[in-house]
Structure formats: C-alpha cells, structure tokens
C-alpha cells in the first residue's frame, strides 16, 4: 500500500477523534431517553450491513445507509456518534480484512456523522423526538453533508491510490449523486416519523418492506443478468461456425446502441435494439448454413440465395423466446435496403422497422473496419464516404445525416468505448453503490 494512502488514512482516523471530541465539548450531557431510538435506529443499520454481506454487494446497503442518517437526526449527539462508530467497528470485525481498511471505513463513518450533526445543530436542527416536524434545512443539509464528506473520503483514498486527481474521481464516481440526495432526505425522515410515531415496531415495518424491495430488485437484476450470459454465449456459440465472424455481433450491438443513441431513442427502445443487434445473425447456426460459411471464395447465385435466409431464420429463433417478441421484426428485417432491394421481404423506407435500420448501419461499419482476406479495414474518413454514397439506397438518410453530422460518429472507432447508457435506476444503483460503500477495496 502507497505511504501516501496510509498517511491519508491516518489522517482520516486522527480527524474523526478530534471531531467526535469536539462534538463531546459542544454538547456533552447525553439525554439516554433520547439515545434509545438512535440505538435502536444503529441496530437496525447493523443488521442492515450483515445482510447486505449476505445478499452480495455494497458494504452499507439501502438497508443500512438510511437508519444510519435517521439515528443521527433522532439524537444528534455525540453519544449517537460513538454508537454507530462502535457498531460499524463489529460490522467490520465480521470480515476478514486489513485492520488500516478497518480503521479507514469506522473513521469515515464518524467524521461523516460528526460533520453532518455538526450541520445539523449549526443549522438549528431540534432532535426529531422532541421536534418531530420536517426541518427542512438541517434535514437537507444533514443529508447532503454526510453524502459529500463520505464519498470525498472515499474518492480521495481512491484517487491516492491509483494517482488520479482526486476531485475528478469524486467527480466521475458522483456526478449523478445529487438525484440519490432528493431521495434520501424524505427517506431519512419517513424513517425518523415511523420511529417517533410508531415506536420499533415501526421501523421495523418499514426497514422489511425496504428489505423486500431489495431482494425482488436483486433477484430481477441477476436474472436479467444470467439472461444477457446466456444470450451472448449462445452468440459465441453461433459465431465459431463463422470464422471472419468473431465479436462482430457484440460488435454490431455496441454500434446500434451508440447510433440508437444518435437518433434520440430512449434508453430502452436502445437496450432492445442492442439486443435485437446482438441475435441479428443467430439463424447462421441452422445446419444449411455451415457448408456455405466455411467456404472460403466466393459464393454462387444458388448459395448466397441459401445465405439471404438467415434473417428468417434469425427471426424464427428470437421468436421462440417470449421475452424477445418485441425484438423480432427488427431482426428478421436487418438486411433491408432503405430503397426497397434488399431481402428477405424487399421492405422499403420507413416500412423497415427502426431497429433493423439502425443494425443495417452498425452491421455495414463493422463489416468495413474489420479486415478482411481480400482488403483492409477502412478508416473513419473511408467510412463516412461510404455511408454517404448509400445514403438513400441502403442507408435512411435521416439517420444517416444524423449519425454523419454527430460527435459521437468518432466513438464507433473507438474500442474502449462501451457505448452503454445508464438508465436511472441503473445511476441510482451506481451512486449507491458508490456512496454507501465507504470501504477502501
Ligand atoms: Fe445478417
């Protein structure tokens, strides 16, 4: 481990001390009436943490990261913050880990805490017990500190180590984090009123249909997941038949979806039309096909007429699985021609579904920047000549004007380019997990 980030982390841990001290000097007499709901409040975080161990992913869950901020407006106090830190401590000892990435992720949690009850008293912040209304200064203010401290700390730990700039990590890692913000402010005091209004039993309710929510999420998000493997394995699978053929269907998908972009889709008429991109040549590991495709020279009249089914035979397969119906017409049309020529059911402008003309485009660019035995791959300028010259025969125009006229036109050249947008529940998912995941790996 770089000396810097251990100094850092030394540096975080003398700094949360001297907070939790300074909040003792501000306010010392604890009020162990009041305490008992930030405890209960930190129990439930606790319990929080060791089910999100369970259930994989973040350190501090959803579960966890709402009660936490809930016990600190319960009873900002200093004892409050002691609590959480005890409890973060024992949440910590559970996994096997370096005692420095211990000591970073307690230290963070009791500065963040220590700052944010420091604002919200600042603030004029009453404790939600005995002031059971929404204030809606400190509340925000509370929220947005302990957001901001925590990933700052985290950001910056990650920036020393891998030598980025810090503020660009923080940045980049949590420029979508002001929408987690407005969530987390009513949650924090829907979680603080069930507690004041309904006592435990309240927060339990709450904390198991929060828990609920999680799981049918996670279980929805793994399945689709297993679903997209399997989709692309049986991709590769298809695509050893075609030798001049490796990656170009991940490869048609990543230009759709860059093009569907272009056009102004939304995310998921983008995410079906790269998945409609993905399957476009499936129907090639129908047995017809295998002689033809390891042929090496040219084709005749007879075979390329045997070759100009696989679009059927790709809707044919993508039809028989009853989530991908919606996708079908854009598959079994990828090989028409905006005027009218191509195949198999010579469709002409805007008969051709939107899809399949967007696959058409991400299907020809990739055919001409991938080498081929008889010519090398074209380059940027080549292309756009070329999809200029179809425009109108092969290409729509509108979307080819689009595509040509875009800045984005440059990222179909670039490789490290993943092309992927981010739905919002997919950022809220990222800056969750980057907010609420104060540990050091
Ligand atoms: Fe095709």
Redesign the pocket.
């Known amino acids: 481990m770089k000396t810097s980030v251990i100094a850092y982390v030394y540096a975080i841990v003398v700094a949360a001390a001297a907070s939790l001290v300074g909040l003792y000097f501000y306010q010392p007499v604890v009020d162990f009436s009041l305490l008992a709901g930030a405890g209960w409040l930190t129990l439930v975080a606790f319990l929080g943490t060791i089910l999100s161990y369970r259930v994989q992913g973040s350190t501090f869950g959803a579960v966890s990261f709402i009660p936490f901020l809930t016990a600190f407006v319960l009873y900002p106090s200093w004892a409050t913050i002691a609590i959480v830190g005890f409890s973060a401590l024992v949440a910590e000892m559970l996994k096997p880990k370096l005692a420095i990435k211990r000591a970073f992720n307690v230290s963070q949690i009791v500065l963040a805490g220590c700052v944010s009850i420091g604002c919200y008293l600042l603030f004029g912040g009453k404790p939600l017990e005995v002031d059971p209304s929404f204030q809606s200064v400190p509340h925000i203010a509370a929220v947005v500190v302990f957001l901001v401290v925590n990933t700052l700390a985290v950001a910056a730990v990650i920036g020393l180590a891998e030598g980025k700039s810090i503020v660009k990590t923080w940045v980049s890692g949590n420029a979508a984090g002001l929408v987690y913000d407005i969530v987390a402010v009513p949650g924090v005091f829907a979680f603080g009123r069930a507690y004041v209004d309904w006592g435990n039993w309240g927060v339990g309710v709450l904390c198991a249909l929060i828990l609920g929510l999680r799981l049918t999420y996670q279980s929805k998000h793994q399945l689709e997941t297993t679903n997209k493997e399997l989709l692309e394995l049986f991709v590769h699978t298809v695509e050893f038949r075609d030798p001049y053929t490796s990656g170009h269907s991940q490869r048609v998908s990543r230009y759709s979806r860059i093009i569907a972009q272009v056009v102004g889709l939304t995310p998921k008429e983008i995410d079906r039309i790269s998945v409609a991109a993905l399957l476009?040549?499936v129907g090639k590991i129908h047995e017809i096909f295998a002689p033809i495709l390891m042929k090496p020279g040219r084709l005749t009249p007879e075979e390329r007429a045997i070759m100009e089914l696989?679009?059927i035979k790709s809707a044919e397969l993508v039809a028989k699985i009853s989530d991908l119906q919606d996708i079908v017409p854009a598959v079994r049309h990828?090989?028409e021609n905006w005027d009218g020529t191509g195949y198999p059911d010579q469709l002409k402008g805007r008969e051709i579904p939107l899809g399949s003309r967007i696959i058409m485009f991400a299907?020809t660019i990739d055919a001409m920047t991938t080498d081929r035995p008889y010519r090398k791959a074209l380059g940027e300028v080549e292309v756009r000549d070329e999809l200029r010259k179809f425009r109108g025969i092969q290409f729509d125009p509108d979307i080819c004007d689009a595509l040509i006229g875009s800045p984005d036109f440059r990222r179909l050249f670039d490789s490290a380019d993943s092309g992927k947008v981010h739905s919002l529940t997919q950022i809220l998912e990222i800056v969750r997990k980057r907010v609420k995941t104060p540990a050091v790996a």
């Open positions: 476009h040549d696989h679009p990828h090989h299907d």
